[in-house]
């Protein structure tokens, strides 16, 4: 079982929802999240003092799926989606999940998702 | 020259005072209609274009500043600051800086008084509310440390010891040092806005610094709020300029037309400056432009030509971006809201340019040296002059208030702790917006 986590610009969150809904991927779990990479900050300016504003807001997408196989699917509409070309597109990570369970039901891993 | 004014006012007098003696309703609701006008500038106006300026943690409590200062100066001015101020004093010597205590809590004014052609009553609540802004003003440049305690009797003090004495030397009729001069100050350059933007500066310094002053972001609470404010005060400034023509009248029209484009001018010469400087018009760049022209144009608001308001709305919002940009980083005071670099400042302009400005105009002009002789420079210098005098007053006066405030309250400034939670919660109890 792989989890993917991708931080994504906001704006492009319908898209890579429709995109992962379009691979067959069928929940996921998003936040609200702040930081900074290569984008670095951006800066506001009040009657001339300026203030760097360091942590810029993305959305930060979760999703856990069952197969590397399918990790590449989602990896690749991710990609596709949340591709502006400019600096600031986001980042995906894919790592390994041990364990999952289904609160309702009881189920573990595979059967969970 | 001077004989010879005498002589005609003398003349001039008895048909005067027999022509205005009447009350003319027109004149009558134009008046109560400023007062109103000029009030919402502070509770509403001035209020939130200062607490959108202000953080978060001190939003309530910088409209509880401006708020508290307004009710507290009205009251103050009809105990005696309208006896200071407005007053006759039986000797000249005292004449010539106060008005004396003969009016003290209104005494001696009847209801059937006539100002010119309204009441004398509006007379007095209409520059109630100039005494009650003009302290307002001076809160921006001290909000988020200082005592509220210490606020309150600065108020007190400030609007005897320091409003009313200047508004005398002023405005106060024959006798008083800067009248006689023959200072030209139509709706308060000197008297509210250099006034209050000087008072503001000196409680800066007095006071010290915000804890983490350039080096922690200090970021405003909302902007549209301070944008919202700065309409309200273009709203209410046609009762304080065009008001301060004492009448419905053709010299308010001059006033209210030139009182609108300083203004327009004024906020896009700010927004253009920032533009070309920062590559980005901001709201507040914009807001802040509107207020430096309102506080030009307001010396001159009724000598002026449609030129002169061109010229000092352009002015007014140069030397304001200048004050707030430049000055304050130069000398690295703590003037939190810009009352200094924009009411001081723009105010002075104002009142300069008011004495190069004013139109040689014998039904505009009131007396002194251009009415009487067409004496530009000797205009131009006594501008300088009320400028000095006003500055001088207000520096020596502020700093014995705060003193004094200072000393009954146990010091001016809040504890750290107290800073750092913010002044809403600590000196309030109360938050300025529950999400």
């Known amino acids: ?113 | 020259m001077k004989k010879f004014l005498a002589m005609l006012t003398l003349l001039a007098l008895p048909v005067l005072t027999f022509a205005e003696d009447k009350l003319d309703s027109g004149d009558t609701a134009w008046m109560m209609m400023s007062t109103a006008l000029v009030l919402l500038m502070t509770p509403a106006g001035l209020a939130l274009f200062y607490t959108g300026m202000t953080r978060s943690k001190n939003a309530l409590n910088t409209f509880t500043m401006v708020m508290g200062a307004f009710v507290l100066a009205f009251v103050v001015w009809i105990l005696a600051g309208y006896s200071i101020a407005f007053g006759t004093a039986e000797s000249a010597g005292v004449q010539t800086f106060i008005g004396g205590f003969g009016n003290v809590f209104l005494d001696g004014i009847k209801w059937t008084d006539l100002s010119g052609s309204y009441p004398t009553y509006v007379f007095v609540a209409f520059q109630g509310t100039f005494a009650a802004i003009t302290i307002a003003i001076a809160s921006g440049s001290v909000i988020g440390r200082m005592k509220f305690s210490t606020w309150m009797v600065v108020v007190a003090l400030w609007g005897l010891v320091v409003y009313a004495p200047i508004t005398h030397m002023v405005w106060g009729g024959d006798g008083a040092l800067l009248f006689d001069a023959g200072a030209l100050d139509f709706a308060g350059g000197t008297v509210v806005h250099m006034n209050g933007g000087l008072a503001g500066l000196v409680l800066a310094i007095l006071v010290g610094k915000r804890a983490g002053y350039n080096k922690v972001a200090m970021k405003p609470f909302s902007i549209i709020l301070t944008a919202v404010g700065a309409a309200l005060l273009w709203f209410g400034w046609y009762g304080f300029n065009a008001g301060s023509a004492f009448g419905a009248n053709a010299i308010a029209g001059v006033a209210l037309l030139t009182t609108t484009i300083a203004t327009a001018v004024a906020g896009m010469t700010w927004m253009i400056i920032e533009w070309f400087i920062y590559k980005k018009p901001t709201l507040l760049g914009v807001a802040s432009g509107i207020v430096a022209g309102l506080v030009a144009i307001t010396p001159a608001a009724g000598f002026v030509g449609v030129g002169g308001a061109f010229i000092i709305g352009i002015g007014g919002s140069v030397i304001g971006f200048f004050g707030v940009v430049v000055l304050k980083k130069m000398f690295k005071y703590d003037d939190s809201l810009d009352a200094f670099g924009i009411h001081f400042l723009a105010g002075l302009w104002g009142a300069l340019m008011t004495g190069v400005l004013a139109l040689n105009d014998q039904d505009l002009l009131w007396d002194g040296p251009l009415k009487e002789s067409g004496d530009r420079m000797g205009q131009f210098m006594v501008q300088v002059e009320s400028v000095l005098v006003v500055g001088a007053w207000t520096l020596v006066g502020t700093v014995i208030v705060y003193f004094v405030a200072s000393a009954l309250t146990g010091g001016g400034r809040v504890d750290d702790e107290s800073e750092e939670i913010g002044l809403d919660e600590s000196i309030h109890g109360e938050r300025g917006m529950n999400l």
């Open chain 1, 1 to 113: 079982m792989k989890k993917i986590e991708a931080i994504i610009k906001p704006f492009k969150l319908e898209d890579v929802k429709e995109a992962l809904v379009e691979a067959g991927i069928e929940g996921m779990t998003i936040s609200e999240v702040k930081g900074y990479g290569r984008q670095q900050g951006h800066s506001e300016l009040y009657r001339g003092a300026e203030y760097v504003v360091e942590f810029i807001p993305k959305v930060k997408i979760e999703i856990v799926v069952s197969s590397q196989e399918f990790a590449d699917t989602a990896v690749n509409a991710i990609k596709e989606a949340a591709h502006t070309g400019k600096i600031g597109d986001g980042k995906i990570f894919v790592s390994d999940i041990s364990s999952v369970v289904r609160v309702r039901t009881g189920e573990t891993d595979e059967e969970a998702l």
